[in-house]
């Protein structure tokens, strides 16, 4: 049975459903994979930093944890083998994770995250790091939530020539515009969404458009090898469109969702997020919470689809606990 330490940088939402993830999965962990794992950190804005490397009860640290001062400090007292960031996004600059990241594997350290904005504003200088260091950065649940995006296309599509995606990445957006379908403002479908608890902490990162604008960054930088910066992606939210559009869009059954573009161009790379009315028997054609992501490459002459119906607060923390099992060699 080889013991694996653990961390979680950030504990919220995710990082406590990655915990209850992990506890769900421990028996099976052990008789597949002959893997065991003890929580050794826990780290949020809310409650400090909290180290034990012999062992800590992540949701009451301060009964059995050494409180650090620093993120260098945590890791040094923690000594994990693998850190889970999962701390709220900066689609400005990807801190503090970015820092965190790095010095997580600067420390020799897998890491595991949900955060986007590192991807984003770091990706090659983590990505160097890992492997400078004999490590893995690893980010499934960066962009739809644990459903299989960057791994689908590493281990199950190489040299596929995939020239670029469009999806939906945000249930927000289509909650909000099913709800002013129905005759409600745009306030009143965010609290909807907030309600439903798939809304960002700012709920304006997603009807702005800036957290699919962040997600088709992270894409380019991964899949189709281009930089790309929020700000070069050409952005429309869903406050731009009328209710009385909104409706009528629905009725002609082509109703608007907010679709994130972008593809492979002569200069480099071209994208943009804006509100689209969709046919019905289109790939994007979502209700709800489900987000889809439509894949453009050489092999699939009419692409290739992966749509994730209801994902919720366990299927993110699927997509780090799936990356777990990578970056420890069983899977």
Known sequence: MHDYAVAFLGFGNVGQALYRLLESRRADMGARFHVAW??????????GWWANADGLAVQSPRTTGIQCYDVGDWLLTARPDVVFESIPLDPVAGQPALDYLSEVLRTGIHAVSANKGPLVYGYRRLTALAESHGRL?????????????????NRCLPLARVRGVR??????????????????????????????????????????????AVKLCAVANVLLDRALLPADVRRTGIRSLEPAAVRAARGAERPYRLVGRVELADDGVAAEVGPVQIAAGDPLAVTGTMLVMHYDADIF?????????????TTTAYGMFSDFLEVIGVT
């Open 137 to 153: 950065y690893r980010f499934e649940s960066a962009v739809m939530d644990g459903a299989p995006v960057f791994s689908l296309v």
């Open 167 to 212: 999806g939906v990445f945000t249930s927000t957006a289509t909650v909000v515009l099913e709800a002013m379908e129905r005759g409600a403002t745009l306030d009143e479908g965010i609290r909807e969404a907030q309600t439903l608890g798939v809304a960002e902490a700012n709920p304006a990162y997603d009807v702005d458009g800036w957290d699919s």
């Open 38 to 47: 003890r929580a050794t950190g826990v780290a949020s804005r809310k409650i």
């Open 301 to 313: 002459p009419g692409g290739l689809t992966v749509t994730s119906h209801a994902p919720d607060l």
